[in-house]
């Protein structure tokens, strides 16, 4: 296991995000926890929802007086990552058949990083998603532990198979943590079943108000003319968030307004081999439409670009056929942009259809109301401003914090 550094963090910098209840509410929990002491397990330090939440979660967590640590698997090779990837997908619904050696490869990276545990001495440890689910198997639990299994995906309806494998490690642990209540039946007796949300950081360099003149020069910058329409979808390059359609949608668009122009702003995970294959399969269907445009990390694009992209665009796309949050939703409702997103997952958490965005289920459906905000900018501005107010209430970085400490006292 590797330890993550993350940047210092202030919650008194987030005061003016909390109303009075809930600094109260603070108090009272963080006296009952003292100075509890909490690892966070991940499979990768960078690229993804995962990696984005835990990079504020933790430091401001440290800074409320916690002693927490982000450990991320380590010697685990792309094979691991391949099997692991398709767990992602078939918990998310993928059909196929999880073979022996593909159990086998999952269990023994398992093995080998559980065995970096044996030393340590946490009041609880948090592992997220199924990538590393399995260490409780092999790091006996010590007296006063409580382990936590966070889910980040959409496991509403699981490939049985793959899901009944997972049942046997995440049934063991004191708590589970699914983003929404559909991604889990009821009857599955799952302990201390918790429903919390993923947040952004209204102050990270992601998601702090940029002026328009200087996210301009930003995306110029990528080769994007601002004077034309821009729409973008920030995501990596995986079926699940439809890449391949984000581009029929533009090309819809673009029969009725030849002047529009598409990014498509991808990061490459570290734990997601398929997205190279993806990213390729991007770039051949965009073919010599060089108002495509599909960027990634490796052209530059960190917090700040991906921030300048979203507060520029015109319209934002998040297209998912499957989501299980879906951040890049809640990052371009923040930023007062109107998003166009999946009719789907967590994002229907966010999205209220008609009212503060569109949700749709084809590439009709997406190209139209793309179409429909493009010709209405006032109706954008009226819809936008609506989604940002329910992002500040609800998703940001400091009630995804009160939420942990909440389960940590119910726990304790
Ligand atoms: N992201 C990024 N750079 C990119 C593309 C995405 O930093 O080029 C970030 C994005 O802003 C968001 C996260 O990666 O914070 C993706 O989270 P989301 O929940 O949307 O999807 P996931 O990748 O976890 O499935």
Redesign the pocket.
Known sequence: MELVKTEQKKFNDYLEFLDRESIKEFDGLLQQLGEKKVAMVSATGF????A?ILHSLVPLMNDLGLNVDWWVLSSCPNQFYNVTKTFHNCLQGQEGELVQRDREIYLHYNELNAYQMLEWNYDYIVIHDPQPAALIHYRDKKAGEKWIWRC?IDTSTPNMEYWDFLYQYISRYNACIFTMSEYVKENHGLPNLTFIT?S?DPLSY?NIPLTRERAQEIVSSFGIDTNRYLISQ???F?PW?DPLGVIDVYRIVKKELPEVQIAL???M?SDDPEGWDYLYRTLRKAGEDYDIKI???FNG???LE?NAFQTVSDVLL?KSLK???????T?GLWKGRPVVAGNVGGIKLQIEDNISGYLVSTVEECAEKVLHLLRNPMLSQEMSEKGREKVRKEFLVTKNVLNYLNLFVKLA
């Open positions: 690229g993804g929802g995962v984005e980040h993923p952004i992601k920030i995501s990596r995986d968030k702003v991808g990061s995970a960027i990634t990390n694009i960190t917090g991906v998040q989501e299980g949050f879906g951040l890049t939703v990052e």
